[in-house]
């Protein structure tokens, strides 16, 4: 009875997150600091939350893959996700057209409530390296559960193979939204 009721969850979520938006894909960057190489790569989302004031206009989200160790974010340009409040939280995602999967967040040590950090990352590193899509449910502070959707041409290239690969550019400017 769950199952059926999650399905009908998410296939409204779907529905409300999905349009006419075109992918806009990973965007590489590797960075030398200590002696030690780092590699981000990061894509937002097509469509906007629709959160009230003060969190309401224009309101991305993006995943972040990081190097050093390696572990993937969950970041909303406004709002609260609600992952503060306890150790962890629950995400659903969806790659492609696969089944829904389970990822649990928590804070980051260096973030706050609009930011979450992805686990198991291998487990989601393996199934981002397969995917053009992603949909991504996450319930925020007087928001309720939305759904980001994420599109690319190419599935995320993760490890890179060296950051002399021409997928990588010179500097994290190259992470910055337009």
């Known amino acids: 009875m769950a ?4 399905a009908a969850t998410w296939t409204a979520l779907f529905a409300l ?3 006419n938006a075109q992918a806009n894909g ?3 960057a590797a960075a030398a600091t200590a002696g030690t190489a780092t590699h981000e790569s990061r894509i937002d989302s097509l469509n906007s939350l629709t959160l009230r004031f003060p969190y309401d206009g224009k309101n991305h989200g993006s ?8 572990h993937a974010v969950l970041t909303v340009d406004k709002g609260q996700i609600l992952c503060y409040l306890a150790p962890s939280c629950s ?4 790659f492609d057209d696969g089944p829904v999967q389970t990822f649990y967040g928590r804070v980051p040590s ?3 409530p609009s930011k979450v950090v992805l686990a198991p990352t291998l487990r989601f590193l393996a199934a981002a390296r397969a995917a ?10 007087e928001g309720g559960e939305q759904v980001l959707e994420f599109r690319a041409p190419e599935p995320l290239v993760w490890p890179p193979a060296s950051s002399q690969s021409p997928i990588f550019k010179s500097t994290s400017a190259a992470l910055e939204r337009p």
């Open 63 to 70: 995943l972040t893959v990081r190097s050093q160790p390696d």
């Open 110 to 112: 260096d973030g706050g």
């Open 26 to 28: 990973w965007h590489y």
């Open 132 to 141: 053009k899509r992603l949909r991504v449910a996450v319930s925020l502070y």
């Open 91 to 94: 995400i659903k995602i969806q």
């Open 3 to 6: 199952a059926t009721y999650w």
């Open 17 to 19: 997150a999905s349009g």
